[in-house]
């Protein structure tokens, strides 16, 4: 089964920037769409961007769009997620999936792999 582990969560100040990374193991990635997801207590899981296998497509939830870059390096096998202008909002556990021949959209219910998540607080 595809592994992923999540990294580079933490304690960010509003206006700050973070980069999560997304390492998986188990397969190569060049046949999986991948995709960044965050929830936040008492709130569902959401969408935040996804690119599909070789990076030609790429959608940003409108939160996300404009602050936060999803990119891929297949070579590596590793998914990221540069996130800019930071916002209380945008606190949230942070995860990783992947689908294999997947598409990129941004329903939770469509991605069948998912890494632990990592956490995401920003405050000052």
């Known amino acids: 089964q595809l592994q992923l582990v999540e990294s580079g969560g933490g304690l960010v100040q509003p206006g700050g920037s973070l980069k999560l990374s997304c390492a998986a193991s188990g397969t190569t990635l060049d046949n999986y769409a991948m995709a960044w997801f965050r929830q936040a207590p008492g709130k569902e899981r959401e969408g935040v961007a996804c690119i599909s296998g070789h990076g030609a497509t790429i959608d940003y939830a409108e939160h996300a769009r404009g602050r936060f870059t999803i990119s891929r390096n297949n070579a590596k096998n590793s998914a990221y997620l540069q996130m800019n202008s930071l916002e209380p909002e945008d606190a949230a556990i942070y995860y990783c999936?992947?689908?294999?021949?997947?598409?990129?959209?941004?329903?939770?219910?469509?991605?069948?792999?998912w890494g632990q998540g990592t956490p995401v607080s920003v405050s000052s």
């Open positions: 999936a992947a689908e294999v021949f997947g598409q990129c959209i941004l329903s939770h219910t469509l991605w069948s792999s």
